[in-house]
């Protein structure tokens, strides 16, 4: 008796392609209906994160930017900006993208002129409602384990005020942005109490080690609560979560690894040289030395790119989904850049493709990261 195939269509691609893009992406289709293949999901295919009842976007849009004037935007943040972060977010879910990820931190107070970018989300997200009732949105942010905030209740109040900022009654996802210097049972069991309390869909961690990480999925795991996910700085560029143990870790407890900085702050683009060096902070990391060792790779993600017709950025991510049990999270500015994500998933790079980039981005030194994850 012969089974059926089942599978989607991913229409956004089609529409996106030109004839010579249609005519491969069909015979790729064909080929995997013949062979009984999976094929590539469509951008606005969910996802569980990790053991939790939530479902996301296989991939979301960080908005650390947003609001933001110590690091990102040149040190100001202004109206013309603001136009472009709201233009970000509509493109983002009219392209079927609806995860955002932020944290009371961004765009701190403490940061003369910056605007919080919890209540940019949050005021994006009710001025889209008005126009559309039925929008669905995830929010995921983050609380900031600062040493004087001590034992569980520190992270419900933190969380009830960022909940104030974005202006809704419960977020999907609440992460702990880093290990504390201590105090981080009673930031886990604080988790574990917004759950209870119906503040929170899901919990996970940033920035944690294997260890840590072990430690947080157990901790919860005695209250019959899943630990979700672990944001890290992962991209393929950055591997550190592989050397780390931390992915290994994530594929084996079932916990989903959300990958920021997944296009290495825009390093992947190939939109800097050894001319044009990033501006501001990224441009003592990303430095001319570099961006040159880097040229090589970037060459070839490019000319992998144009045989997919897509760009050097979609190729990166794409590259990441290809790992498996990973979310990246981009950081979108402005409207072009959230179509171009949007771009990166819904077809697949090939093994050989994967392996390739790999092998290249292993000649490369990588620059330094977080450095709590190695804690």
């Given at each position: 008796?012969?089974?059926a195939t089942?599978?989607s269509?991913?229409?956004?691609?089609?529409?996106?392609?030109?004839?010579?893009?249609?005519?491969?992406f069909?015979?790729?289709l064909v080929?995997a209906?013949?062979?009984?293949?999976?094929v590539?999901?469509?951008?606005?295919?969910?996802?569980?994160?990790?053991?939790?009842?939530?479902?996301?976007?296989?991939l979301?849009?960080?908005?650390?930017s947003?609001g933001?004037n110590?690091?990102?935007n040149?040190?100001?943040?202004?109206?013309?900006?603001?136009?472009?972060?709201?233009g970000?977010?509509?493109?983002?879910?009219?392209?079927?993208?609806?995860?955002f990820?932020?944290?009371?931190?961004?765009?701190?107070?403490?940061?003369?002129g910056?605007?919080?970018?919890?209540?940019?989300?949050?005021?994006?997200?009710r001025?889209?409602?008005?126009?559309?009732p039925?929008?669905?949105?995830?929010?995921?942010?983050?609380?900031?384990?600062l040493?004087?905030?001590?034992?569980?209740?520190?992270v419900?109040?933190?969380?009830?005020?960022?909940l104030?900022?974005?202006?809704?009654?419960?977020?999907?996802?609440?992460?702990?942005?880093?290990?504390?210097l201590?105090?981080?049972?009673?930031?886990?069991?604080?988790?574990?109490?917004?759950?209870?309390?119906?503040l929170?869909?899901?919990?996970?961690v940033?920035?944690?080690?294997?260890?840590?990480?072990?430690?947080?999925?157990?901790?919860?795991k005695?209250r019959?609560?899943?630990?979700?996910?672990?944001q890290?700085?992962?991209s393929?560029?950055?591997?550190a979560p592989?050397?780390?143990?931390?992915?290994?870790?994530?594929?084996?407890l079932?916990?989903?690894?959300?990958?920021?900085?997944?296009?290495?702050q825009g390093?992947l683009?190939?939109?800097y040289?050894?001319?044009?060096?990033?501006s501001?902070?990224?441009?003592?990391?990303y430095?001319?030395?570099f961006?040159?060792?880097?040229?090589?790779?970037?060459?070839?993600?490019k000319?992998?790119?144009?045989?997919?017709?897509?760009t050097?950025?979609?190729?990166?991510?794409?590259?990441?989904?290809?790992?498996?049990?990973?979310?990246p999270i981009p950081?979108?500015?402005?409207a072009?850049?959230?179509?171009?994500?949007?771009g990166a998933?819904g077809?697949?790079?090939t093994?050989?493709?994967v392996?390739?980039?790999?092998?290249?981005a292993?000649?490369?030194?990588?620059?330094i990261?977080?450095?709590?994850?190695?804690?």
């Amino acid at each position: 008796m012969a089974m059926a195939t089942h599978f989607s269509f991913p229409f956004n691609y089609v529409v996106s392609e030109g004839s010579k893009g249609r005519g491969r992406f069909v015979r790729k289709l064909v080929r995997a209906v013949a062979s009984g293949d999976s094929v590539a999901p469509t951008t606005s295919e969910k996802v569980k994160l990790g053991g939790s009842d939530l479902k996301v976007t296989k991939l979301g849009i960080g908005v650390w930017s947003w609001g933001d004037n110590s690091y990102w935007n040149d040190f100001q943040w202004d109206d013309k900006k603001l136009k472009a972060a709201k233009g970000a977010f509509d493109i983002s879910l009219d392209s079927g993208i609806d995860f955002f990820d932020t944290a009371e931190v961004y765009g701190s107070k403490f940061s003369l002129g910056a605007i919080s970018s919890e209540s940019l989300l949050g005021r994006f997200i009710r001025e889209r409602k008005e126009r559309d009732p039925g929008a669905e949105v995830s929010v995921a942010t983050k609380f900031a384990a600062l040493p004087w905030r001590l034992g569980r209740e520190s992270v419900v109040t933190a969380l009830k005020d960022s909940l104030d900022r974005l202006g809704v009654s419960s977020v999907d996802l609440y992460q702990l942005h880093w290990p504390g210097l201590w105090g981080n049972e009673g930031y886990l069991d604080g988790l574990g109490d917004a759950v209870e309390q119906g503040l929170v869909k899901a919990v996970g961690v940033s920035n944690y080690s294997e260890k840590r990480l072990r430690y947080a999925y157990e901790r919860l795991k005695k209250r019959g609560i899943p630990l979700a996910s672990n944001q890290v700085n992962y991209s393929l560029i950055y591997r550190a979560p592989e050397q780390t143990g931390v992915k290994a870790a994530c594929d084996e407890l079932g916990v989903t690894l959300i990958a920021y900085s997944p296009i290495a702050q825009g390093a992947l683009t190939g939109k800097y040289t050894p001319e044009n060096p990033p501006s501001g902070p990224r441009g003592r990391i990303y430095t001319r030395e570099f961006l040159t060792k880097l040229q090589p790779l970037l060459n070839r993600i490019k000319q992998i790119g144009e045989s997919y017709s897509k760009t050097p950025t979609q190729v990166a991510l794409n590259w990441l989904v290809a790992q498996g049990n990973v979310i990246p999270i981009p950081g979108a500015k402005n409207a072009e850049q959230a179509k171009e994500f949007a771009g990166a998933i819904g077809w697949s790079l090939t093994d050989d493709e994967v392996s390739e980039l790999r092998s290249m981005a292993s000649e490369i030194t990588p620059v330094i990261g977080f450095p709590v994850e190695y804690l």
